[in-house]
């Protein structure tokens, strides 16, 4: 992608263009202002290609698509036709109290990346689970999605202690043989 022309990007955007709306959607919750964010990513990955160092795809899209997010989220904050007038309401005391209606909050919510890269790493774990064969799947979910102890897991699906090692040894090395680490970073 980084070497091809047009028809390289091309793909690229087709591939990659539904993933960065969804994130992209997961800060903003607008879809208009999603589909115009998601445009203006596309282009800064298109002109970022250059300084991309060829490790951790996902995450350097979803990095740059996060911030590109936050920051329109903190410009249309501060445009003052944003803001709409203070209502008043009666409070139960009686007295009036004014509340700015519709008004964004120039701060995102205090982790958004971060929840923005945790989902995009659950959905693309639950997406290689899927691809696992289901012997391992069920064990893998057990142990580390689950967080159950070998002793659970042999309780609740009748195999030995030692069977249930046995099989997260060997679902552990189909992991190593079929995914690889930079997927996931």
């Known amino acids: 992608m980084r070497s091809g022309g047009p028809e390289q990007y091309r793909t690229f955007v087709q591939a990659y263009a539904p993933y960065i709306y969804q994130t992209v959607y997961a800060v903003l919750r607008s879809p208009q202002d999603a589909e115009d964010m998601t445009q203006e990513v596309l282009l800064q990955i298109y002109r970022a290609l250059p ?27 501060r445009r003052p036709e944003q803001l709409l007038e203070t209502v008043e309401v009666a409070d139960s005391g009686g007295r009036q109290a004014g509340i700015s209606d519709g ?50 897991i ?32």
């Open 51 to 77: 300084e991309y160092r060829m490790n951790g795809l996902k995450t350097w899209i979803t990095r740059i698509a996060v911030n590109k997010a936050i920051d329109f989220k903190r410009s249309k904050a």
């Open 103 to 152: 008004m964004l909050s120039a701060a995102p919510a205090p982790a958004a990346e971060e929840i923005a890269l945790s989902k995009a790493n659950r959905q693309l774990m639950h997406e290689r689970m899927e691809l696992m064969p289901a012997g391992y799947r069920d064990v893998v979910t057990a142990f580390y999605i689950e967080e159950k102890s070998y002793e659970q």
């Open 154 to 185: 042999a309780k609740e699906t009748g195999l030995e202690r030692k069977s249930v090692e046995s099989k997260l040894y060997r679902a552990r090395g189909w992991m190593r043989r079929n995914w690889r680490k930079e997927d996931f970073e």
